[in-house]
């Protein structure tokens, strides 16, 4: 079974930046493709970014969010990360680190086979 563990949320001023890291645990890090996704109060999760296997580092992301948050990993540490900068009231949310081992869209939520217990992230303007 495959844990994951986020950290990293807090309270920041807009413009602000922020790294949120992903620590994970059992399997073979290496072969499953990193997801975050994010949720905000009373509306649904969304798709913010992604990072195929550690052979091509194919990164994904959220039209909001590009060019502003960038998704890395680091696998001899069994983590991935989310850098945020310039950071904005709409970015507050519940983040969530997930882990897929499917050949399937990474935006799906459905197509995740782990999931974080989430980091608050609040940017206050």
């Known amino acids: 079974q495959v844990q994951l563990v986020e950290s990293g949320g807090g309270l920041v001023q807009a413009g602000d930046s922020l790294r949120l890291s992903c620590a994970a645990s059992?399997?073979?890090?290496?072969?499953?493709?990193m997801v975050w996704f994010r949720q905000a109060p009373g509306k649904e999760r969304e798709f913010v970014a992604a990072?195929?296997?550690?052979?091509?580092?194919?990164?994904y992301y959220v039209e909001s969010v590009k060019g502003r948050f960038t998704i890395s990993r680091d696998n001899a540490k069994n983590t991935v990360y989310l850098q945020m900068n310039s950071l904005k009231p709409d970015d507050t949310a519940v983040y969530y680190c997930?882990?897929?081992?499917?050949?399937?869209?990474?935006?799906?939520?459905?197509?995740?086979?782990?999931w974080g217990k989430g980091t608050l992230v609040t940017v206050a303007s």
């Open positions: 997930a882990a897929s081992t499917a050949f399937a869209p990474l935006r799906v939520e459905a197509n995740m086979n782990y």
């Open positions: 059992g399997g073979i890090f290496s072969m499953y493709k």
């Open positions: 990072i195929s296997y550690s052979s091509s580092s194919i990164t």
